[in-house]
Nanobody, 132 residues
Framework: QVRLVESGGESVQSGGSLRLSCASS?????????????MGWFRQAPGKEREGVAG???????TYADSVKGRFTISKDNAKNTVYLQMNSLKPEDTAMYYC?????????????????????WGQGTQVTVSE
């Protein structure tokens, strides 16, 4: 059973930085999720829809939402089965629950637009709060 566990969320002031981590474990159909087609991050603020933030494909290519380009960086360490989201120049509008996601059958371009396969896996989320 695939398991994704996020960490690193906390409260920071505007302009600050955080690094989120997502540790993965488990296998399905011969895949490890860190070598899957896409691993990424979504976020959901109260009263808003869940939105794709950043994703990294199996070939290392990255995709970002326009709202975070130039401020957030996604990376992964296959040896540690971990994906990271470095968030700089944080703004109050970045406040949300951040969820790690992995999908072995969908590229990030589609996944971040909420086109999932039936094998998509989600973490439980980690809260990021940015104050003025």
């Amino acid at each position: 059973q695939v398991r994704l566990v996020e960490s690193g969320g906390e409260s920071v002031q505007s302009g600050g930085s955080l690094r989120l981590s997502c540790a993965s474990s488990g296998y399905t159909y011969g895949y490890t999720y860190t070598s899957s087609s896409c691993m990424g991050w979504f976020r959901q603020a109260p009263g808003k829809e869940r939105e794709g933030v950043a994703g990294i494909d199996s070939d290392g290519s990255t995709t970002y939402a326009d709202s975070v380009k130039g401020r957030f960086t996604i990376s992964k360490d296959n040896a540690k089965n971990t994906v990271y989201l470095q968030m700089n120049s944080l703004k109050p509008e970045d406040t949300a629950m951040y969820y790690c996601v992995a999908d072995p059958f969908t590229e990030c371009f589609s996944l971040l637009r909420r086109y999932y396969s039936g094998r998509v896996a989600w973490g439980q989320g980690t809260q990021v709060t940015v104050s003025e």
